[in-house]
T-cell receptor, first 116, second 113 residues
Framework: ETGVTQTPRHLVMGMTNKKSLKCEQHLGHNAMYWYKQSAKKPLELMFVYSLEERVENNSVPSRFSPECPNSSHLFLHLHTLQPEDSALYLC???????????????FGPGTRLTVL | GENVEQHPSTLSVQEGDSAVIKCTYS??????FPWYKQELGKRPQLIIDIRSNVGEKKDQRIAVTLNKTAKHFSLHITETQPEDSAVYFCAASFMEYGNKLVFGAGTILRVKS
């Protein structure tokens, strides 16, 4: 499959569950991102990884834990979430990060998360 | 901190009419301004972008204009078609922060046929 893929596409979990979101990019990019998209709110950047190192952490609660084992894969581990964490979680990738030249971000289809 | 405001939040136009969406940004250092289109149930996709050294850019029926002095930029869609119906997001980025994008809240565009 080409581009950026995310699994699962839909996830329903209780507040005490532990689950993980997975993102994979097939574009040979060096930077990957997690965004949260809530209704009627701007896309919120959560984390940025460049060459497998975390370079941005936008005051995200510790119940969200990212992991980037290699430049093609990005995970978001979820633990003891709250109902207000229900949202669409989007992964994106770009060629590079912080090189002084802007690179287009390519988004995945997202995971629709519902926390009961 | 960086902030991007987008207006209107919803926009309905008749097929064939033009649509204009406006965004303002707070940081004068911002130098890259992409526009994304997100159709229902689909991922955001880049449709056009502009850099701060350019005042206007066109691609067929879509165009973006940038006013650096006033710190605002706009998306113009001419001869709208039903398939233009989607949510449109503006964003601003500046190179000191790599690829970090700050997004507007989005505009729901409905093209009525």
């Amino acid at each position: 499959e080409t581009g950026v893929t995310q699994t699962p596409r839909h996830l329903v979990m209780g507040m005490t569950n532990k689950k993980s979101l997975k993102c994979e990019q097939h574009l040979g990019h060096n930077a990957m991102y997690w965004y949260k998209q809530s209704a009627k709110k701007p896309l919120e950047l959560m984390f940025v990884y460049s060459l497998e190192e975390r370079v941005e952490n936008n005051s995200v609660p510790s119940r969200f834990s990212p992991e980037c084992p290699n430049s093609s894969h990005l995970f978001l581990h979820l633990h003891t979430l709250q109902p207000e964490d229900s949202a669409l979680y989007l992964c994106a990738s770009s060629q590079d990060y912080g090189t002084g030249t802007y690179n287009e971000q390519f988004f995945g289809p997202g995971t629709r998360l519902t926390v009961l | 901190g960086e902030n991007v405001e987008q207006h209107p939040s919803t926009l309905s136009v008749q097929e064939g009419d033009s649509a204009v969406i406006k965004c303002t940004y707070s940081d004068s250092a911002s130098n890259y301004f992409p526009w994304y289109k997100q159709e229902l149930g689909k991922r955001p996709q880049l449709i056009i972008d502009i850099r701060s050294n350019v005042g206007e850019k066109k691609d067929q029926r879509i165009a973006v204009t940038l006013n650096k002095t006033a710190k605002h930029f706009s998306l113009h869609i001419t001869e709208t078609q039903p398939e233009d119906s989607a949510v449109y997001f503006c964003a601003a980025s500046f190179m000191e922060y790599g690829n970090k994008l700050v997004f507007g809240a989005g505009t729901i565009l409905r093209v009525k046929s």
